[in-house]
């Protein structure tokens, strides 16, 4: 099985960019998709960004315009830059890979801390 682990998390003053990096074991082509997903303290984890396979991008309404996601096949690693952030950005970020059979797996999460 593919592991996935998160990287780039930290402390950024609001206003700040962060870039954060989802590292593959083994090629993210075992994944159909691929997708960022944060859960702020004492809310449920919601979805940030997917991006598939084929390079297709989506993204949460709320986030558009200052998040991107994309991915770097020959390093086998999935990247959110994340831009103007701000306190309520809060949270871990967490990165899944869904394959062919719709199974996930998940990264264990990097936590970022946007402060005021």
């Known amino acids: 099985q593919v592991q996935l682990v998160e990287s780039g998390g930290g402390l950024v003053q609001a206003g700040g960019s962060l870039r954060l990096s989802c590292a593959a074991s083994?090629?993210?082509?075992?994944?159909?998709?691929m997708a960022w997903y944060r859960q702020a303290p004492g809310k449920q984890r919601e979805l940030v960004a997917t991006i598939t396979s084929g390079g297709s991008t989506n993204y949460a309404d709320s986030l558009k315009g200052r998040f991107t996601i994309s991915r770097d096949n020959a390093k086998n690693t999935v990247y959110l830059q994340m831009n103007s952030l701000k306190p309520e950005d809060t949270a871990v970020y967490y990165c899944?890979?869904?394959?062919?059979?719709?199974?996930?797996?998940w990264g264990q999460g990097t936590p970022v801390t946007v402060s005021s």
């Open positions: 899944k890979g869904v394959n062919r059979l719709g199974i996930s797996s």
């Open positions: 083994g090629s993210i082509f075992s994944f159909n998709a």
